[in-house]
């Protein structure tokens, strides 16, 4: 079944590369006028280009102050994908002050930001609206080296649940999706480890990473 997003205004952020890039484009191509955010100016310019009538905005999330300048400015959003995020892999007992910090700001903190301002434009204007929140498998299952990385995704998961019993009166839906390894760039540099991936692959009944390139195995 065909969805049309026409007279819809999406914001998207962590559009410049992998599920949100993909994301922006799905929403362009089905009539959204589409916000993308992302803190790499040279992805934003290639999507530009790649989908005339994108609008894009350059802003660090992790950065509470900037990004609020940021989104005062872009009017009215209907449709919301928070799906920025950064995965910083450290053994529990090595685990920095520094990483700890940058993967709540973005994968966590952006999330409250961001949705709050989304949300609290809706309800001024009395209008319904959706927001997903981009999360993942690693919310519900240890996997090594990804302490920091489990606890902002499981946080997010608990956040949703939360923005969903008290945003549902404004009429606005609140959703998570938890897709496991996805080959975007930053799932490569993290599981293309053979070895690595072997265990998690291993649960997977099609034998393969999301977006892989690869023949299915032969069960």
Not at 149 to 155: D, L, M, N, P, R
């Amino acid at each position: 079944m065909e969805r049309s997003f026409a007279g819809r205004r999406a914001l998207v952020t962590g559009a410049g590369k992998g599920i949100g890039r993909d994301t922006a484009k799905a929403l362009f191509a089905s009539g959204a006028q589409v916000v993308a955010v992302s803190r790499t100016q040279e992805d934003l310019v290639s999507l530009a280009q790649e989908c005339p009538g994108i609008e894009t905005l350059c802003v660090d999330l992790g950065d509470w102050e900037a990004t609020e300048r940021a989104l005062s400015t872009i009017g009215p959003v209907d449709l919301l994908v928070n799906n920025a995020g950064v995965a910083l892999l450290q053994p529990f007992l090595e685990v920095t002050k520094e990483a700890c910090d940058r993967s709540f700001d973005v994968n966590f903190r952006s999330v409250v930001q961001v949705s709050q301002m989304v949300a609290q434009g809706l309800i001024a204007r009395g209008a319904p609206g959706a927001i997903v929140n981009v999360s993942s498998q690693a919310s519900q299952r240890a996997v090594k080296d990804h302490a920091i990385y489990c606890s902002t995704k499981g946080a997010m998961d608990m956040l949703t649940k939360v923005m969903a019993l008290e945003l549902g009166p404004h009429k606005i839906r609140v959703n998570t999706v938890n897709p496991t390894v996805v080959m975007t760039a930053m799932g490569r540099a993290n599981w293309s480890d053979a070895q690595k991936a072997e265990s998690m692959l291993s649960r997977i009944p099609l034998g393969k990473f999301a977006g892989e390139l690869r023949r299915w195995r032969t069960w």
